[in-house]
């Protein structure tokens, strides 16, 4: 069973900078797909960045030039550099891994843009 433990939310203003950390049980050498989703209050969840072992990153049209999806292999953590955000970036961000064909979820963490 794979375990993943996201970290880095919290309150920020508008126009301000956020990196979430997502570290994982299993090695992310063998990931196939690594993503980051949100669910903001009253609204269903969406992907917000995605990236496959092959393949090239992919980010919804809203977070396109302000956001980051990376990852450290060494020591199994994917991250979302998050900039220039906005009061509707305000969400539980939840990463994903999906190792051997089966999808593994974060528990999330809270991300408030306000002033």
């Known amino acids: 069973q794979v375990q993943l433990v996201e970290s880095g939310g919290g309150l920020v203003q508008p126009g301000g900078s956020l990196r979430l950390s997502c570290a994982a049980s299993?090695?992310?050498?063998?990931?196939?797909?690594m993503g980051w989703y949100r669910q903001a209050p009253g609204k269903e969840r969406e992907l917000v960045a995605e990236s496959m072992r092959y393949g090239s990153n992919y980010y919804t049209d809203s977070v396109k030039g302000r956001f980051t999806i990376s990852r450290n292999n060494a020591n199994n953590t994917m991250y979302l550099q998050m900039n220039a955000l906005k009061p509707e970036d305000t969400a539980v961000y939840y990463c994903k891994g999906r190792w051997y064909g089966t999808d593994y979820w974060g528990k999330g963490t809270l991300v408030t843009v306000s002033s």
């Open positions: 299993e090695s992310l050498f063998s990931i196939d797909i």
